[in-house]
């Protein structure tokens, strides 16, 4: 089975732009799960989608938004880039069913704004 | 809040040493993960530990799953310095639909 992946693999954008990220999860999955990454933060919880809606959201600005294909493919997108937007974005995928099952990661995104 | 508290954050040892990293909540989770993940790249998982107080091994690495189900250990004998990179636990607490990251270890295992 393929793995989770994600395109593009590194991005470099100045800020206010708008930049849309995609993932494809790992066949038979429905639930996608999106995660920013820095040094100093950690892994941030950013939203996660099942069957093509949002099933929770973490504590980050409207500029950060997402949605989910019935295909399960998923993009993100965050508007109005700011230098702290740099980042490892990193998207995960599982059964979904229940909400607890494992999750299986990506490669990631790495994002740099200028 | 609920929270996945890892110890310790930071970790540099020689090759051959042992080492245990742990994560430690006060949720009950039904099960719990355990991740690497290396500079750039995304988490691999590691082990999925499920029943209170199994034991697993993987190699030269092995995991318990407390027997309350809120804390775990990874046990790392005779390191490598293949096994630097950052472990993280993870989990959704029982009765959420929100799967939550440990704060993770970094270790770095020197030649």
């Known amino acids: 089975k393929a793995g989770v992946t994600q395109t593009p693999r590194y991005l470099i954008k100045t800020r206010g732009q708008q930049v849309t990220l995609s993932c494809s999860p790992i066949?038979?999955?429905?639930?996608v799960s999106w995660y920013q990454q820095t040094p100093g933060q950690g892994l941030q919880f950013l939203f996660e989608?099942?069957?093509?809606?949002?099933?929770n959201k973490g504590n980050f600005p409207g500029r950060f938004s997402g949605r989910q294909f019935s295909n399960s493919r998923s993009e993100m997108n965050v508007s109005t880039l700011e230098l702290g937007d740099s980042a490892l974005y990193l998207c995960?995928?599982?059964?979904?069913?229940?909400?607890?099952?494992?999750?299986?990661f990506g490669p990631g995104t790495r994002l740099l704004v200028l | 809040t609920q929270l996945l508290e890892q110890s310790p954050q930071f970790l540099s040892i020689q090759e051959g040493e042992n080492l245990t990293v742990y994560c430690n909540s006060s949720?009950?989770?039904?099960?719990l993960q355990w991740y690497r993940q290396e500079p750039g790249e995304g988490p691999v998982l590691l082990v999925t530990?499920?029943?209170?107080?199994e034991v697993k091994k993987l190699k030269r690495l092995t995991f318990q799953f407390g027997d309350a189900r809120k804390d775990s250990s990874l046990h790392i004998t005779a390191a490598q310095p293949g096994d630097t990179g950052l472990y993280l636990c993870?989990?959704?607490?029982?009765?959420?639909?929100?799967?939550?990251f440990g704060t993770g270890t970094r270790l770095k295992v020197l030649a």
């Open positions: 995960a995928s599982s059964s979904g069913t229940g909400g607890q099952e494992t999750q299986y």
């Open positions: 066949s038979g999955h429905r639930s």
């Open positions: 989608y099942f069957s093509e809606t949002q099933r």
């Open positions: 949720s009950v989770f039904s099960s």
């Open positions: 530990v499920v029943t209170g107080g």
């Open positions: 993870a989990g959704a607490p029982l009765g959420t639909y929100k799967y939550i």
